[in-house]
C-alpha cells in the first residue's frame, strides 16, 4: 500500500503528461474497493483474477507452505481474498509501457520492501512524451 | 520522505520485533526464507523486460467496469503496478 500511496502522489503529473496509471492485483473486486477507498487513491485498481495477466508477465509464484500457513495465522486467507486456492501471488512489479506496446521501464523485485521511486517512474515517461525522444528511441531499439 | 525509506522504516520496525505489529522471530525468519527461495528461484529474471512486447488485458476495474489496455494505449504510455492485495 505505500507503493500505491506514493504512486498516488505522482499521479497528477503522471496525467498531465498524458500517462496512464493502473494497479492490478489478484485481489477480488470488493477488496480492492476498499484499498482504493483507505488509501485515497485516484487510478484504477484492476482485478486480475486467477492472475492471467501476472502470469502473461512471467510474475505469478506460489507461496511456499510454512508462509501459506503464517498468513493464515495472521488471519490472511488468500483463497478468500482472491478466490486462488493455490495461494499465488504476483511478484512486485512496475512497468512503462510505450504506446506501441513495448515495456520501456521494468522493475521486478522478489522483495517487496524494495521498490523503485515514484519519481524514477515520471522521468521515463517525461522522457518518452518529449517531443523527437521518441522516434531516438524506437531507432535505437529497432 | 522517499519511498525506499519509508520501506526501509516500515521493514525495521517490523523486523525490530516490537510493537505494533509484535512479530515472532520465528515468523520473521519464515518470511526471509520465502523472499531467499523466490530470489533464488530466477523468476525475477525471467519476467517480462525491457524491449519486450507487453502482453494486451481486459480486466475488471472496482467498479466492475471492463479496462482495455488497448484504449489506455492509445491515449498516451501507460504505467502499471502489480501489488499482491490490500493485506
Known amino acids: 500500500m505505500m507503493e500505491l500511496e506514493a504512486l498516488q502522489a505522482v499521479w497528477p503529473q503522471l496525467r498531465a503528461l498524458g500517462a496512464s496509471l ?35 508477465f512471467g510474475l505469478a509464484f506460489t507461496l511456499p507452505p510454512d508462509l501459506k500457513q503464517l498468513y493464515a495465522a495472521f488471519g490472511n ?14 511478484m512486485p512489479a512496475r512497468y512503462v509501457v510505450g504506446q ?20 524514477d517512474t515520471v522521468a521515463v515517461v517525461r522522457q518518452l512524451q518529449t517531443p523527437g525522444s521518441k522516434a531516438t528511441r524506437s531507432k535505437a531499439t529497432s | 520522505m522517499s519511498l525506499q525509506r519509508e520501506l526501509d522504516a516500515f521493514k525495521a ?9 509484535n512479530v515472532s522471530r520465528e515468523r520473521i525468519e519464515i518470511m526471509h526464507r520465502a523472499t531467499e527461495e523466490l530470489r533464488r528461484s ?8 525491457v524491449g519486450d512486447l507487453a502482453p494486451t488485458f481486459e480486466l475488471d476495474n ?26
Open chain 1, 22 to 56: 493502473i494497479a492490478i492485483s489478484p485481489q477480488l473486486g470488493q477488496y480492492g474497493r476498499a484499498a482504493r477507498r483507505r488509501a485515497k487513491l485516484e487510478f484504477d485498481v484492476l482485478t486480475d483474477v486467477h492472475l492471467r495477466v501476472a502470469e502473461a
Open chain 1, 100 to 119: 506501441d506496446g513495448r515495456i520501456r521501464a521494468a522493475d521486478v523485485n522478489p522483495d517487496y520492501t524494495s521498490r523503485p521511486e515514484p519519481e
Open chain 2, 13 to 21: 520496525a517490523f523486523e525490530s520485533g516490537g510493537p505494533p505489529y
Open chain 1, 77 to 90: 486467507t488468500l483463497d478468500k481474498f482472491h478466490d486462488e486456492p493455490d495461494f499465488r501471488l504476483p
Open chain 2, 62 to 87: 472496482q467498479d466492475g467496469q471492463l479496462v482495455r489496455s488497448v484504449d489506455l494505449l492509445a491515449e498516451g504510455p501507460l504505467v502499471i503496478t502489480f501489488f499482491r492485495g490490500h493485506w
Open chain 2, 42 to 49: 530466477g523468476l525475477a529474471e525471467r519476467a517480462l523486460k
